[in-house]
């Protein structure tokens, strides 16, 4: 079985990972600047409102896209380091707006927002492979749009575009678990794409008025 992605998000392997964080260890080291000289990147809350399939993707394709852009997202809400997934204790929003923004300061979050995310476009297509008569490649595409909004107060927080195309070789027949396994691939690259998006607009200076 054969993988082949062109997302806007590349993974490199274990061992390229291990390698990469020893040179930018080494030159660290080298440049006098250790990680704890770094700013420390600001906190956030995201809540997920729903996950919706634009009108124009087929409804077969909305079905199994939504519900698994839906489960990595929420996966992504759990896990980002800048993302804080639980708020205990944290005063009803809607009631006691003040005591909700108060308590976001005292707990070093930046903001909390409300956050909808619309399936834009997604297909699956099974193409033949050349010289290979027993094989075909499916190739999955999924893009999204994330909006957020602040929490309290539902007002423009921002907005985070992603996609992912994932191509895998499959035989004459596709298996379940080959078409489950390459659609939870694109759904995880276009989200990690999104949300990549989404923090580098929340850390751009704001706009004066």
Same mark, same amino acid.
């Given at each position: $079985? ?22 930018a260890v080494a030159?660290? *080291?080298?440049? %006098? ?12 809350? +995201? =809540? !997920? #409102? ?19 852009? =839906? ?5 992504? +809400?759990?896990?980002?380091?800048? !993302?804080?997934?639980?708020?205990? *204790? ?8 003040? %005591?909700?923004?108060? +308590? ?13 995310? =619309? ?7 099974? @193409? ?13 595409? @999924?893009?999204?749009? $994330?909006? %957020?909004?602040?929490?309290? *107060?539902?007002? $423009? ?14 035989? #004459? ?18 989200? #990690?794409?999104?949300?990549?998006? #989404? ?5 751009a200076p704001k706009?004066?008025?």
């Amino acid at each position: $079985m054969h993988l082949h992605a062109t997302p806007h998000v590349i993974r490199p392997c274990p061992l390229a990972r291990r390698a990469l964080l020893a040179a930018a260890v080494a030159l660290a *080291g080298v440049g %006098g600047v250790g990680a704890a000289d770094a700013a420390p990147k600001k906190k956030f809350h +995201f =809540e !997920l #409102a729903a996950v919706t399939a634009k009108p124009e993707v087929k409804p077969e394709v909305a079905r199994a896209a939504t519900a698994r852009v =839906e489960a990595q997202v929420k996966k992504a +809400f759990a896990s980002h380091p800048q !993302l804080v997934a639980q708020l205990d *204790g944290a005063p009803d929003p809607r009631t006691r707006a003040d %005591g909700y923004r108060r +308590f976001l300061s005292t707990k070093g979050i930046a903001g909390a927002y409300l956050v909808t995310v =619309e399936i834009t476009d997604a297909s699956e297509e099974l @193409v033949p492979v050349d010289d290979k008569p027993n094989a075909q490649r499916l190739v999955i595409h @999924v893009g999204l749009h $994330m909006l %957020g909004e602040t929490i309290p *107060g539902r007002t $423009m927080g921002f907005t985070g575009d992603g996609k992912a195309t994932i191509k895998q070789e499959v035989g #004459a027949k596709v298996r379940d678990r080959d078409r489950e396994y390459t659609w939870d691939q694109a759904a995880e690259l276009a989200v #990690a794409d999104a949300v990549k998006t #989404a923090f580098e607009q929340l850390a751009a200076p704001k706009k004066k008025p």
